[in-house]
């Protein structure tokens, strides 16, 4: 599966605004592999690995394999695959931030995770199956 995980620019439900490059220092000392691949945000629920993330000129890309190693990646396959969830979120900290109106926008993030969700923060953060 591919999708974005983050949009350049765009408002997100929470008011986050994410810049190109945002991701590039967290990138730069994790890799793919460092960045856990959730199932609706929930730390007990590893349902797979990310293979590739990267910075491209639409946003965070990502590309990954949801596993079968236990039930809940299994339900998490059969949903993605039926078309029922297809969201992506971003589970991060904030390393470099200012505000802009309502809005924060992010320069700096220190990324974690990115989960597969029902209702993603970011309605444009949506996954494909390749």
């Given at each position: 599966?591919?999708?974005?995980?983050?949009?350049?620019?765009?408002?997100?439900?929470?008011?986050?605004?994410?810049?190109?490059?945002?991701?590039?220092?967290?990138?730069?000392?994790?890799?793919?592999?460092g960045v856990r691949m959730l199932w609706?945000?929930?730390?007990?629920?590893?349902?797979?690995?990310?293979?590739?993330?990267?910075?491209?000129?639409?946003?965070?890309?990502?590309?990954?394999?949801?596993?079968?190693?236990?039930?809940?990646?299994?339900?998490?396959?059969?949903?993605?695959?039926?078309?029922?969830?297809?969201?992506?979120?971003?589970g991060f900290r904030t390393a470099k931030?200012?505000?802009?109106?309502?809005?924060?926008?992010?320069?700096?993030?220190?990324?974690?995770?990115?989960?597969?969700?029902?209702?993603?923060?970011?309605?444009?953060?949506?996954?494909?199956?390749?």
């Open positions: 599966m591919e999708g974005y995980a983050s949009l350049w620019g765009v408002a997100d439900l929470n008011g986050d605004v994410v810049h190109r490059g945002a991701f590039a220092d967290s990138l730069a000392k994790t890799g793919p592999e609706q945000h929930d730390g007990r629920e590893v349902i797979g690995r990310w293979e590739r993330i990267c910075e491209d000129e639409r946003g965070l890309f990502v590309e990954g394999v949801i596993a079968d190693w236990s039930g809940q990646a299994r339900m998490a396959q059969a949903v993605c695959k039926a078309g029922a969830v297809d969201g992506l979120s971003i931030a200012r505000k802009q109106g309502r809005l924060r926008v992010l320069s700096g993030v220190a990324l974690w995770e990115v989960s597969v969700v029902t209702f993603p923060a970011c309605p444009g953060a949506r996954l494909r199956l390749a």
